[in-house]
């Protein structure tokens, strides 16, 4: 045997088959994973002496025609007539970066063994499901055996070493070269300058998530041999999440199973919402829900607009799931979130990947996905192409932006909805949420390397986006994604300037109570704040004259002073009660009436409910109530419902022309936050017809609707 071919020992990972595959003169064609797939190693010759097989390293040698072989072995391959290099690193932190490259790019697979206390352990925290700690625990003991190894070959004297402390730079070359190392030079900077693309920013918390991920696939009830991770994702067996997705053509963030995979790793991670409420919000096929279904989630709710999307999201999503565990609603998602907040809904983690730089107005919709959130707010968006120097600023851009359409799979995904939206940057971001009581405790978040797109987003920088889409100059990832988590509110919180000068001047925010001072003036401040009051209050009364007998039994909610309920047994009306949560109301109303919060159980031919819901956080369960004892009969219903700014602003002008003071107007405002939850008239519509009334639009003005809601049998 001629010691003609040169051996390479290294530590583990793919990059001593970077510089073995450079040496042999062979470019690098492409990664998987980060990894590098290249034939000269002594695989074989490996296995057979960890099992303690005798084995010839001549004759394994014979088989490979490459002058360089790489292994992992040391002591095994020295003093056999070969040169062998010693791949070491001494740098701390860069031996750290290798430690976690490694351990989220392996192929996770433990040997069973009931008498290891290791095995155990891990097999333990699995069956827990307590993912995060297995793989906490595995990763201690994998980079202590990972350090002592390296110790070891740091020490080693009996054959040439090759540093590769520089191995994340763009230096790592030229330092070889300083150590004498002249062999395939053009090729090895070459392949290395592609390989650095993606390999970088690796950390702690990402190959903990990536190793809790893979634990979590494995089966841990298997009761001999290997327990392996042997797939890359729960999307293997549910290929239409991909298939059916019309991103899949796009040129830039393509859905793929790695992509896929990758991002739901980070941003829902089985750890956080095993056994919690998650919302999607601009969900698109559900993918979101079929990972948090997978993991443990309690309960999924997607929110998409597009008729595609959430055709195929319920399609998809009922093909693997029980429908008690998910609910796709399709509406815009600050309508959704106006609604939300109105009946006081809360999710434990709120998922926006992509949606938040469709608005404008970026401070308002956080504000808004901050109140629907118990804990937990993950947010995936594009990165600010400015910059600030300035640690007490932060970026929002206003500028143009498109959103894919969703349509067929087989459709071009350059079909884009375009208007104008804004970016934040991570600094701003930070700003904004601390006034929301919410905290960023972890560095910006990256899902696992991308390989399989021609541009990853998150971890490649991509100047051709910058230039083409925005016509500016920049370089880096077009998108980042962070995580947000709920603090309590202390006398440190983040304040805005504003809520600062409201404290410092003490202001009363009294909420609005019917007590005693409004019943001594309800009529006249319903006459001057409630447009048309008059007209409604008629209208009520000319339908029951028409379509009611004078002895049915009739019911108003929130009846006040008793002024409805006046015109009706004044009309000759003979049963006619009143309903009214305020003491101070029914104290002053002449007729009798019930004080309570719900509808008293009688069977009703009419119920009257008119500016009464808007005070109700849970206007469905009420809307339940009143249609179970309606008797075939009608609910006329008249509430005050969102209003845009401009219609706001000519309801103020009504309010003006009624003699209400400026200073009135604001100070009342204010006081109804938190009492009036107002929601948009599609919301009765839906509602109103899902419960299963026929429902008409009998009146409207300003922003305050009434609806004739019929019960047939």
Known sequence: ????????????????????????????????????????????????????????????????????????????????GFDVYNVVITDPEIQLCTIYRQMQIQKLRILINTDHIWFNTVKEFCLKKEFILAAEYWFASAKKIWLDRMEYRIKFDKCKQLNFNKLYTIDFVDDLKNQGWTHNISLLASNHKEWLKVNKDFSYQKTIDIMSYKLSTMNWHQQEGWIEFTTNSIFDSATEFIDLDNRRLRHKQTTTLESLTNKLLVQLPADLIKDKTILDLGSCLGAAGHHALSYGASHYTGVELQPYYFDTSIQLLSKYWQEHQYSIIQQDVEEFLDIAIAENRKYDYVLAAGIIYGFVNIVSILEKISKVSNKHIMIDTLTVHVTTDDPNSGIILINNQGMVKGSHASSSPDNIYSGVGSTIDLRALDMVMSTLNFERKENIILPGLITDTLIDAYNTPDPRYFKRVLGVDFSGPSRYMTRYVRVVETTNATHTVQSAINTDVNIEQKQWVFDNSVADRFQHEAETNIPSYNIVVDKCLQFANKHLEKSDKIIDVGSALGYTMDKFITAGFTDVLGVDNSPSMNKKNKYSTVCSDKLPDYKYKLVMMNWTLHFIQDKHRYLIDIYDKLDNGYLILTDKTSQSEVVKDWYYDFKRSKGVSEEYIWQKEKNLVGVMHTVPVDWYLKTLREIGFLVDIIHADLGFTTFLCSKQA
Do not use: W
């Open 1 to 80: 045997m001629t010691n003609s071919k040169s051996i390479i020992s290294y530590n583990g990972g793919s990059a001593g088959d970077l510089f073995t595959l450079s040496c042999n003169g062979n470019p690098l064609l492409g990664l998987k994973n980060a990894r590098v797939s290249q034939p000269a190693t002594l695989k074989n010759y490996e296995a057979l002496i960890q099992k303690g097989i005798p084995a010839s390293l001549d004759t394994e040698l014979l088989g490979i025609v490459h002058p360089f072989v790489n292994t992992h072995l040391l002591d095994e391959v020295v003093d056999k």
